[in-house]
């Protein structure tokens, strides 16, 4: 680690010097001399994330570290395995793609009972690093969000709010990402579309749920945006193959990309599903009027959702079809309830996201996944513009790698591909639409397994994937369908919010439990 | 003062970038921005016009996607046997192979197994 540690130590000291942030040294678990099970693992293989690329030969090896976690009174031992799983065809047994996937497990605890979920995140193109790191994994990068202050590159510490006390966890890269990669004679891009994704990731986790003797191991999925969108489709497709799955969390859903108004040209669809957290926006500012306090925030939310439903969305629709104007009484609600002025919502009535991050707060540009970012200047409209995801990207960049050799024993000549530019080539079509719908795929889970349990977890700051479009998606599913929805102050990645994150890993303890029966 | 984000990514950025240029392993590359979701502008041109589908009309999605698969499996008579819809991946009917055959005739129809999955549903409630 000698050749990366010199230039780091220079820029952190660089960093300190000249803009007064501190770094905080992730590496290291400060465990003491690791147990003799401890395996490391140098993988010499080389890596690519090219859309041609392919490994000649599957690879099937991977780390294996002994870890202790503790959680105030109680103590966690647990291993995690770091390395590559070969998903196979199901017919033709054939190689489709070596996964690269960080596994912890609690040790000496009964398979049968012990639930397994897979966490990943979406892009379509991105790694799970995001989740892995920021999320509900034993050890987290400390962000601070929604404030800019904290010290970066983000220090990694315990993870009070890991999910391990309740469920094995398993981080799994997308072909293309992180260490994936397809196995030849395919190459990443032919698993870069809706249905060959769901259809390798149902794949891995056969693969992995046979090699590890999980079969009577309750199965979960957890997906973030896009990773919504693949847990619909990887849930109808596991349970079509005979794999029951207990629980399905939505992270930030994006089900329905028709639906979604920034997705879609935006003439077709209004921008009804957003609404509501234009007014969480200026609710945070201190914008909106009235300034809901924290407890009113849920019932100010509902009057908004309705504003939105019954008066905004007909409007939009009589505008598009007719051209008929909005009432100077609507534009003086929808300005009291999002901060945004009357003569903004006349001179752009259908909404956009993208105005409203550069609008709302003079001389500011607003993240789009978590619009508490703040930052000076007026950028053009931009969704690359996001000052809420490029100012954690580099943290979690520089971290992975580290994390992974430090930590967890795998090295690799590779770097790790956070995000691939799959998404620009990506076959978004499904089900005969050039743009996918996945509400049918949930369905189709539920009507094979009638007990599934799907949990949603929205952050009222999101402008990525907005709550009340993920709440009319869901509707869609009718009240027969078990899907419980819970929503936060926080970002589209809310589970960096240190006063979120404890709110949903309780709900979430709480899912796993009636999930489970018990 | 409270330091410039902008500039603070930036500098982040340069290190990283310093860093990779010394040894790979240890930095992530970063392709495209993280923009989760997109989709390029000109498949934005082609998305769904009109309410999506719920009730009767998302049941006979869920049919359709259900029955395609099915019938890819079954012969021609469209009646599957456990060892075709093991062969096919179908492990679902696999598995409750048993309780869809009512007849023990050792095929199952469509509406076999629709019967099979509207009881199961049943009973769950």
């Known amino acids: 680690m000698l050749r990366a540690f010199l230039p780091r130590t220079a820029c952190l000291a660089a960093a300190l010097f000249l803009s007064a942030c501190g ?55 647990y291993t995690a395995t770091a390395g590559h799983m070969t998903a196979t065809a199901p017919v033709s047994g054939l190689a489709e793609a070596s996964f690269f996937y960080v596994a912890y497990t609690l040790d000496g605890a009964a398979p049968a009972s012990r639930p397994v979920t897979f966490f990943y995140n979406g892009g379509p193109g991105s790694a799970s690093a995001w989740l892995h790191l920021g999320s509900y994994g034993p050890r987290r990068l400390a962000t601070g969000m929604p404030r800019l202050d904290a010290p970066a590159p983000f220090p990694l510490v315990d993870n009070a709010e890991t999910l391990l006390d309740v469920s094995d966890l398993v981080f799994v890269d997308a072909v293309g990402s992180g260490y994936s990669e397809a196995v030849a004679p395919n190459t990443n891009r ?44 990887l849930a109808d497709l596991l349970e079509s193959a005979g794999v029951e799955v207990s629980g399905v969390v939505l992270q930030s859903a994006v089900l329905d990309y028709n639906s979604n108004c920034a997705l879609v040209a935006r003439i077709t669809q209004p921008c ?5 957290s234009y007014a969480a926006t200026a609710a945070w500012y201190g914008l909106s009027q009235p300034v809901p306090s924290a407890d009113a925030l849920p019932g100010f939310l509902d009057d908004a959702r309705a504003l939105a439903r019954d008066r905004f969305d007909p409007a939009v629709r009589a505008q598009m079809s007719s051209g008929t104007p909005p009432d100077a009484a609507l534009l003086s609600q929808l300005s009291a309830f999002t901060g945004m002025p009357p003569a903004k919502w006349q001179a752009q009535f259908n909404m956009t996201p993208d105005f409203v991050r550069m609008n709302l707060v003079s001389g500011s540009t607003l993240g789009r996944y978590d619009t508490r970012v703040s930052v000076p200047g007026t950028a053009p409209p931009s969704g690359d513009d996001d000052p809420s995801s490029y100012l954690i990207t580099p943290s979690f960049a520089f971290r992975i790698g580290e994390y992974l050799a430090n930590e967890l024993g795998y090295t690799t000549p590779t770097s790790y591909t956070l995000l691939s530019n799959a998404i620009q080539t990506w076959n978004f079509s ?29 952050g009222y700051d999101d402008l990525a994937t907005p709550f009340f479009t993920t709440e009319r998606d869901l509707a869609r599913l009718g009240t027969g369908a078990d899907v419980q929805v819970k929503s936060y102050v926080g970002g589209h990645m809310l589970y960096l919010d240190d006063a979120a994150r404890p709110l949903a890993k309780a709900d979430l303890a709480a899912f796993y439990r009636r999930a489970l029966g018990s | 003062m409270a330091p410039d984000p902008m500039a603070r990514a930036l500098l982040l950025a340069a ?25 390029p502008p000109e498949l934005a041109k082609q998305a769904r016009v009109g309410a999506p589908s719920s009730g009767a009309e998302l049941q006979a999605e869920v049919d359709r ?35 869809i055959d009512r007849r023990h005739a050792g095929r199952v129809s469509y509406e076999d197994y629709r019967q099979f999955l509207r009881s199961r549903a049943a009973t769950a409630r």
Request: hydrophobic content about 40%; overall charge neutral; aromatic content about 8%.
């Open chain 1, 430 to 458: 499904h089900d005969g639409r050039p743009l996918p719908d996945t509400v049918p795929d949930l369905a189709a889970a539920f009507t094979q397994n009638p007990r599934l349990k799907v949990l949603v977890f929205d």
């Open chain 1, 272 to 276: 009804t599903g957003y609404v509501p």
């Open chain 1, 190 to 233: 032919t698993f870069w579309g809706v249905d060959a994704d769901g259809a390798v990731f149902r794949d891995f986790v056969v693969r992995y749920v046979a090699a590890n003797q999980r079969q009577a191991s309750p199965r979960f999925l957890f997906g973030e945006s896009y990773g919504t969108t693949r847990s619909a489709v």
């Open chain 2, 15 to 39: 290190c990283l970038a310093l860093a990779g240029s010394a040894a790979a392993a240890g930095t992530a590359s970063v392709e495209v921005p993280m923009r989760d979701p997109w989709v």
């Open chain 1, 23 to 77: 770094g905080s040294g992730g590496g290291g678990n400060g465990a003491g001399s690791p147990p003799p099970q401890t395996q490391a693992y140098t993988d010499p293989t080389v890596y690519s994330s090219a859309a041609t690329a392919s490994l000649a030969q599957p690879v099937d090896t991977a780390s294996v570290t002994h870890h202790t976690l503790t959680l105030g009174a109680s103590t966690l031992h």
């Open chain 2, 65 to 99: 996607k259900l029955r395609g698969r099915f019938e890819a499996a079954a012969g021609p008579q469209g009646l599957l046997t456990r060892d075709a819809a093991r062969a096919a991946g179908l492990g679902f009917i696999d598995r409750h192979f048993e309780a």
